[in-house]
T-cell receptor
């Protein structure tokens, strides 16, 4: 079962613009993570935010978490063509043992 | 150079055949996972293992089998009982030590693409 649902499913922007992706989930979580996947490749971990954190930064990435709304957002600032990829949120559910549950992903295209 | 190695990268199977996908990690990770990804979709968990000689079914285990005889290795067999096996298969691993950030993060292999002819 998929806990996280990303929105939008696809996003196309121009280089230099900001990209915002959202993730909603259903149960209480220990932490939420964002991963990136280039076409035909494995996923790469980007950032983890714990349930007691509200915002986290890593380079051009900014992640927010609102546990009352059970939602998170990933902001990529000053996007580059190389940011073109699919982005997935994954939740570490308090009741799901040691498993991460992935959403369906947002496919981001950054046009040069 | 630590990481997860999946092989083969591409695999073709005739109907009725079993095929085995290899996953090896040299990260000393405790847990290993197999996910299936269909085009344009997210990841669905097939099987996972937290310790040698033990594994649990994920959401879509039917038609698949695994073994965990060594900590480093977690091969996945796609059996003839899997009616629609054409997909991209991803292996992942992580530490299970509680409390640390690193323990929650998955490291993925590059994937294996299986096509049924």
């Amino acid at each position: 079962s998929q806990q996280g649902e990303e929105d939008p499913q696809a996003l196309s922007i121009q280089e230099g613009e900001n990209a915002t992706m959202n993730c909603s989930y259903k149960t209480s979580i220990n932490n939420l993570q964002w991963y990136r996947q280039n076409s035909g490749r494995g996923l790469v971990h980007l950032i983890l935010i714990r349930s007691n954190e509200r915002e986290k930064h890593s380079g051009r990435l900014r992640v927010t978490l609102d546990t009352s709304k059970k939602s998170s957002s990933l902001l990529i600032t000053a996007s580059r063509a190389a940011d073109t990829a699919s982005y997935f949120c994954a939740t570490h559910d308090n009741n799901a043992g040691n498993m991460l549950t992935f959403g369906g992903g947002t496919r981001l295209m950054v046009k040069p | 150079d630590g990481g997860i190695t999946q092989s083969p990268k591409y695999l073709f199977r005739k109907e009725g055949q079993n095929v085995t996908l290899s996953c090896e990690q040299n990260l000393n990770h405790d847990a290993m996972y197999w996910y299936r990804q269909d085009p344009g979709q997210g990841l669905r968990l097939i099987y996972y293992s937290q310790i040698v000689n033990d594994f649990q079914k994920g959401d879509i285990a039917e038609g698949y089998s695994v073994s965990r005889e060594k900590k480093e290795s977690f091969p996945l067999t796609v059996t003839s009982a899997q009616k629609n096996p054409t997909a991209f298969y991803l292996c992942a691993s992580r530490f299970l030590t509680g409390g640390s950030t690193g323990a929650n993060v998955l490291t993925f292999g590059a994937g294996s693409r299986l096509t049924v002819l």
